[in-house]
Nanobody, 122 residues
């Protein structure tokens, strides 16, 4: 069984930076960050393969967000820069149950954390 615990959320001004972390217990495979705002569907942010050889970012965050995977510590970081109001939401860490290509559909992920709130204030 895999457990994922996110941390690092908070309130940050527009243009600021924030670092999220996802601590995993158990064996993870392809991992990803998603986010969800009130009234909206869960949205793909970024994903990375188990060996961290390949990664993928949503167009809306490309060039601003960076994934950092540490397989020794079993953590996945999301470094967010140049934050915008539209980045506000609850950020979730997720993992597939087995080997998988980079996926953007949340239904392809089996394990989820509880989420951490990010608020970008203008």
């Amino acid at each position: 069984q895999v457990q994922l615990v996110e941390s690092g959320g908070g309130v940050v001004p527009t243009g600021g930076s924030l670092r999220l972390s996802c601590a995993a217990s158990g064996r993870t495979f392809t991992m990803a960050w998603f986010r969800q705002s009130p009234g909206k569907e869960r949205e793909f942010v970024a994903a990375i393969t188990r060996a961290a050889t390949n990664s993928k970012y949503a167009d809306s965050v490309k060039g601003r967000f960076t994934l950092r995977k540490d397989n020794l510590k079993n953590t996945l970081g999301l470094h967010m820069n140049s934050l915008k109001a539209e980045d506000t939401g609850v950020y979730y860490c997720a993992s597939t149950r087995t080997w998988a290509e980079l996926r953007e559909n949340p239904n392809d992920y089996t394990y989820w954390g509880q989420g951490t709130q990010v608020i970008v204030s203008s």
